[in-house]
Antibody, heavy 119, light 110 residues
Framework: EVQLVESGGGLVQPGGSLRLSCAAS????????MHWVRQAPGKGLVWVSR????????SYADSVRGRFTISRDNAESTLYLQMNSLRAEDTAVYYC????????????WGQGTLVTVSS | QSVLTQPPSVSAAPGQKVTISCSGS????????VSWYQQLPGTAPKLLIY???KRPSGIPDRFSGSKSGTSATLGITGLQTGDEADYYC???????????FGGGTKLTVL
C-alpha cells in the first residue's frame, strides 16, 4: 500500500523555523520526483517546491525561494522541507505528493501537516 | 490569484451532469497535459483525471476530461451526493512556477 505520511507541522512564531518530513512507503521512492504543495485555510492549492529523483535538481515558488529548502534521503525514503524565516502567509496545510519520472501529474498525496505561523 | 481560472462554484441535482472549466494559456495548458484532483471535505487531494482525459484505476467512468487549446473541462455525470467536493485542475508551466493549479471549484449536489 502506497503511503506518504507528513509530520513536523505545528505553531511557530514569525521569523522561526520548522522542518517538515514526508515518510514514503509501499513504492520505489527513488523513482519519483517529489513535491510540496500547500493550502492556506479555506484557499486553493499552491505549488511550493520539487526535487528530482536523486536530489540533484530542485525548484521553488518565488514566494519561498531563499527561505525554504527541499531535500530527500532515498535510503530512508523520506522527503524534507526546511522552512526558515517563516511568515504569517506561510500558514497552511503542507502536502507532499509524488510524480513518477516522466509523468506530469500527482498520482498520490499525503494527508498533510498543518503549519501555523503566529505570535 | 491563480494562474488557471476555474469557476468558484457549480451545482446540479442528483443524477444530473455538470462541467467544470479550467482556462489557462499557451505556457501551461496549451502545451502540457492537464490533470484534475478531487478534494473531499477535510481530506487530501486525490487524482481524478490525468493526461487530459485518462482515469486512474478505481475512478468511475462518470468522470471525464477533455482539453482544447488553452482550456480544459472536467465532466461529471450521474451526480451523487458523495461527489460534493472541491475540484482542482493542474498542469505544468514553462514560464511561471513549474506547476500551476486552478483556484478550485466547489461542487454542490442539490
Amino acid at each position: 500500500e502506497v503511503q506518504l505520511v507528513e509530520s513536523g507541522g505545528g505553531l511557530v512564531q514569525p521569523g522561526g523555523s520548522l522542518r517538515l518530513s514526508c515518510a514514503a512507503s509501499g513504492f520505489t521512492f527513488s523513482s519519483y520526483w517529489m513535491h510540496w504543495v500547500r493550502q492556506a485555510p479555506g484557499k486553493g492549492l499552491v505549488w511550493v517546491s520539487r526535487i528530482n529523483t536523486d536530489g540533484s535538481t530542485t525548484s521553488y515558488a518565488d514566494s519561498v525561494r531563499g527561505r525554504f529548502t527541499i531535500s530527500r534521503d532515498n535510503a530512508e525514503s523520506t522527503l524534507y522541507l526546511q522552512m526558515n524565516s517563516l511568515r504569517a502567509e506561510d500558514t497552511a496545510v503542507y502536502y507532499c505528493a509524488r510524480v513518477r519520472n516522466g509523468n506530469y501529474y500527482f498520482d498520490f498525496w499525503g494527508q498533510g501537516t498543518l503549519v501555523t505561523v503566529s505570535s | 490569484q491563480s494562474v488557471l481560472t476555474q469557476p468558484p462554484s457549480v451545482s446540479a441535482a442528483p443524477g444530473q451532469k455538470v462541467t467544470i472549466s479550467c482556462s489557462g494559456s499557451s505556457s501551461n495548458i496549451g502545451n502540457n497535459y492537464v490533470s484534475w484532483y478531487q478534494q473531499l471535505p477535510g481530506t487530501a487531494p486525490k487524482l481524478l483525471i490525468y493526461d487530459n482525459n485518462k482515469r486512474p484505476s478505481g475512478i468511475p467512468d462518470r468522470f471525464s476530461g477533455s482539453k482544447s487549446g488553452t482550456s480544459a473541462t472536467l465532466g461529471i455525470t450521474g451526480l451523487q451526493t458523495g461527489d460534493e467536493a472541491d475540484y482542482y485542475c493542474g498542469t505544468w508551466d514553462s514560464s511561471l512556477s513549474p506547476v500551476v493549479f486552478g483556484g478550485g471549484t466547489k461542487l454542490t449536489v442539490l
